[in-house]
């Protein structure tokens, strides 16, 4: 009897060992230069203002004339000690340096991945809120997601959490870049191969006119258009379409929706376009 047990407990020891083997063998090893890759994707899809520079042995972080650094060697030893969890557990290390990073931040828990910018006309906003100017006629206020609704920041939670004006639209655009990267776009072809005609973003999420502020806006949607500038229409907080500057029939047609929108619909925002090339938003 004894000697059954010893057995299979010798069997069962092989077996593990040998899935261990076919585990690691299917897992290629992590290596030094595949972790620094690996973890400024990471750091830049979590946070995409932050500056990443790669060294020998850590990423050299600067987020708003901070600097950081993220060591690579006791991650690099536990990825190569269970390579069958390394993308995990590089997706927790930089999830714990963007947390720290966020709570140097000064900001509340519930803000640091959730409040988002929203753009209001002039006449909506109310001296109360936390907001800052735009464009004549255009600020920008923070909202917070909650059941399906969206509740503004005033200045005095502001005050009262001791955060600063800048630090709160930093989180903001970081919130809003981020919503972009699942984004599903409404695109017309031009009649170049490889160019659009119209972009739209439509979702019914409430914050379509606010992607507007995404600090790559041109960089990720100029290219679409052979990096021509952009006519912008934000008509109402739920509706931004873009299209080429040099495309003049789509220009006009733009202008013409912009206004028919802003009379007609539900949050209207601004009736008139709005440029934007690499340098920034202007009117139109």
Not at 41 to 63: G, K, S, Y
Not at 92 to 114: I, K, R, S, Y
Not at 135 to 160: H, K, M, N, S
Not at 210 to 225: D, E, K, M, S, Y
């Amino acid at each position: 009897m004894e000697n059954g047990v010893v057995i299979w407990l010798l069997v069962g020891g092989l077996l593990y060992l040998a899935m261990r083997w076919l585990a690691e063998a299917r897992t290629p090893a992590m290596n030094r230069p595949a972790l620094r890759a690996a973890l400024r994707q990471w750091l830049l899809n979590l946070r995409p203002e932050l500056d990443v520079e790669e060294a020998e042995d850590a990423l050299r972080v600067t987020a708003r004339g901070r600097a950081g650094a993220l060591y690579l060697e006791q991650l690099l030893r536990r990825c190569r000690a269970y390579p069958e969890h390394a993308a995990l557990l590089v997706e927790e290390a930089a999830m714990a340096f963007v947390a720290a990073l966020n709570e140097e931040d000064g900001l509340p828990a519930d803000w640091a991945d959730q409040v988002l910018p929203q753009l209001l006309p002039d006449d909506a906003a109310d001296p109360a809120l936390a907001r800052q100017a735009l464009l004549a006629g255009v600020q920008v206020g923070y909202v917070l997601p909650r059941d399906g609704a969206f509740r503004w920041i005033t200045q005095a939670e502001l005050a009262a959490a001791g955060v600063s004006a800048e630090a709160l639209g930093a989180a903001a655009l970081r919130n809003i870049e981020r919503s972009c990267n699942r984004l599903v776009i409404d695109a017309r072809d031009g009649e170049d191969e490889g160019e659009e005609m119209m972009l739209r973003f439509q979702t019914g999420d409430g914050l379509d006119a606010a992607r507007l502020l995404v600090p790559t806006f041109f960089q990720r949607f100029g290219p679409r258009f052979a990096e021509a500038p952009l006519l912008v229409a934000v008509p109402t907080r739920d509706t931004l379409i873009m299209v080429s500057t040099e495309n003049l029939g789509a220009a006009g047609w733009l202008a013409w929706r912009s206004r028919q929108d802003y009379h007609r619909q539900a949050y209207p925002l601004l009736p008139t376009l709005l440029r934007v090339t690499e340098r920034g938003i202007t009117p139109a």
